[in-house]
């Protein structure tokens, strides 16, 4: 997606070989605009699959999933990390490993939100190391749900999570595929032709 990578290239940082940072427009302040047009082409590459549900994990997942269940017209459910209080039993629960945060977080959704009618879309800001993904699957599965695909709005391409999603039989579809953020630049994985552009 185009825009997506133009904005990731003007406002993206390069904290490491591993990690960039995109707090500007994605996962502390949002560009709604930019939200929107990832919302419609989420949509776009999905409209097809009879989607009745999206799934997400808070709070990073949150804003590219209301906006593409607002082109798909669905509901959106993101997963919680913390236990709430109006939310105590009939939990469908998953543990996620963060390697970003260095923890491990028990994530749950109410079992009454998603069941064996849902055909689901799992939406997520980042795909690393695939365990938000996993786990997400992993709820869907519980509650006997069908996963249509996985979109996800910035895949780390030399990190194994894409691979390992693909590999157990998953859609994914990745927005922008970083190939590589050695010597703080962003190289690019295009989907034609497997050629780089920075």
Do not use: C, W
């Amino acid at each position: 997606m185009e825009l997506l990578i133009n904005k990731i290239k003007e406002d993206g940082i390069v904290l490491s070989d591993s990690v960039l940072k995109v707090d500007s427009f994605l996962n502390h302040q949002i560009d709604p605009q930019l939200m929107y047009e990832i919302g419609r082409e989420f949509a776009s590459r999905f409209q097809s699959e009879g989607i009745t549900k999206i799934l997400t994990i808070e709070s990073s997942g949150i804003a590219p999933s209301v906006m593409a269940g607002l082109q798909l017209q669905v509901p959106v459910i993101f997963a919680r990390k913390r236990k709430s209080l109006t939310l105590l039993n009939e939990l469908y629960s998953s543990k996620v490993y963060s390697f970003t945060k260095q923890e491990s977080n028990e994530i749950s959704i109410a079992k009454k939100y998603l069941n064996e009618n849902d055909r689901v879309l799992i939406i997520d800001d980042f795909l690393a190391n695939g365990q938000a993904a996993i786990g997400l699957a992993d709820i869907a599965k519980h509650a006997k749900a069908e996963i249509a695909g996985i979109g996800i709005v910035i895949e780390k391409g030399f990190q194994d999570g894409g691979k390992i999603l693909r590999e157990q039989g998953y859609r994914v579809e990745s927005l922008a595929r970083i190939g590589s953020l050695e010597n703080g630049i962003v190289t690019f994985i295009t989907d034609n032709v497997g050629e780089t552009v920075k």
